[in-house]
Nanobody, 123 residues
Framework: QVQVVESGGGLVQAGGSLRLSCVCS????????MGWFRQVPGKEREFVAV????????YYADSVKGRFTISRDNAKNTVYLQMNSMKPEDTAVYYC????????????????WGQGTQVTVSS
């Protein structure tokens, strides 16, 4: 049974930091691409960052480049999203997901999703 479970969300002031974690099970974590997305009510789910199986390749949305860092620990079946210099516009529910194997940035190319974790940045 595949499971994807995010944690680490919360309330932070503008300029602050949070680290999200995503623990996975039920598949060979070390061989898959993983991504982070976010969504606010009334808007489509938005790509944030992606990381390849080894962690050597990463790619970010322009809106978070230079502030967010995606990483992974294959020994712990966990992918992380370190968020620094946070802005009110980063407020969203953040989701972790498993890519189908094509490095796509589209949510349609991710097959297993967590339940999401709320991140709120106050001004």
């Amino acid at each position: 049974q595949v499971q994807v479970v995010e944690s680490g969300g919360g309330l932070v002031q503008a300029g602050g930091s949070l680290r999200l974690s995503c623990v996975c099970s039920g598949f060979t974590f070390s061989s898959v691409v993983m991504g982070w997305f976010r969504q606010v009510p009334g808007k489509e789910r938005e790509f944030v960052a992606v990381i390849n199986w080894s962690g050597q390749f990463t790619y970010y949305a322009d809106s978070v480049k230079g502030r967010f860092t995606i990483s992974r620990d294959n020994a712990k079946n966990t992918v992380y999203l370190q968020m620094n210099s946070m802005k009110p516009e980063d407020t969203a529910v953040y989701y972790c997901a498993r890519n189908r194997g094509n490095y796509s940035l589209s949510p349609n190319d991710y097959d297993y999703w967590g339940q999401g974790t709320q991140v709120t940045v106050s001004s």
